[in-house]
């Protein structure tokens, strides 16, 4: 039950940096601007969650129980299973099976998604080798070289919070013997957690509902099929809009205008490398899943033709 209690609270600090990140890299990376990212509408994002619990566990388990002759990183002997150790080849074990683990539970919440709520929160089927458009080869080197980063570099952070936070729940450590003053969890945190799963919940709850009624609403209205063209009406207005904004600026203006689009021309080295990519890991560089989301990349609904 300790542990249980444990994994719980690491499961929404997970869920809550998780969305954070996300929030920052829509921001700053893809929609430029600020998202609610994810299928629910509070502050988390239950994949991490489970990203974060399950990469923690993998290796406190190993670290627990595999012999002491084959060392594990362990930085100031921070996980106090062991004595301390620099990074060795027998890391590649955790590493290994936190990227397994981490792309099997990408694969099932997205084919949980797909066949219950008919909708897709991420699309790899313009990705080379993916597989029914949840995993694919490009990001499953991605999530390799994340447990990477974690095992190496967040995971002592998150075995100090998880210690404290036993500390705090329990008054001693994850190494200290159990006794019977340690089995009495901390009545306020205990009920600070369950308050915020009682939120999580009713927001789980409603977010499913309204999937539901947004997947009924496609399928009925053709949603969809309006949203791609509308998409390329746009494009079409905004290209006018350039057109004539460039047509009224002074000549001087549009002679630098026209210096920099031959400076960008000619940068053939990037575009041929840009193609090159797109070559190696998308099956059709020419293929858009973004039909599949709204103008904040948030799912629409499931295209009939790509399920089958």
Sequence with gaps: MKYFLLFVFLFLVGSFFGWCLEVFFRRFFSAKKWVNPGFMRGPWLPLYGFGVTVMFTIIIVLQKNLPLDIPLYNPNGAYNFRG?????????????????????????????????????????TNMKGNI????????????????????????????????????????????????????????????ALGLVYGVMLVDLIKSIDLFNKITKFAKESGLVTRYDEMRL?????????????????????????????????????????????????????NKSTSSNYDENGRPISIDEEKKK
């Design 84 to 124: 301390e150790s620099s990074p060795t080849v027998y890391d590649l074990i955790p590493i290994s099976i936190m990227g397994a683990s981490m792309i099997l539970l990408e694969f099932v919440a997205g084919l949980i998604f797909v066949k219950g709520f008919k909708v897709r929160l991420w699309d790899y």
């Design 132 to 191: 029914m458009g949840i995993i694919c080869p490009v990001f499953n080197v991605i999530w390799v070289a994340l447990a990477i980063i974690f095992y190496y570099g967040i995971n002592p952070f998150v075995y100090d919070i998880a210690n404290k936070a036993y500390v705090y729940m329990f008054g001693q450590s994850l190494n200290s013997p159990v006794t019977e003053a340690g089995n009495v969890a901390h009545f306020g945190f205990i009920f």
């Design 233 to 285: 009406k746009q494009k079409e207005l905004t290209k006018e809009a350039k057109q004539k904004l460039v047509s009224v600026l002074p000549e001087t203006v549009k002679k630098t205008l026209e210096e920099s689009k031959k400076i960008t021309i000619n940068n053939e080295v990037v575009e041929k490398a840009k193609d090159t990519i797109s070559k190696i890991i998308l099956i059709d560089p």
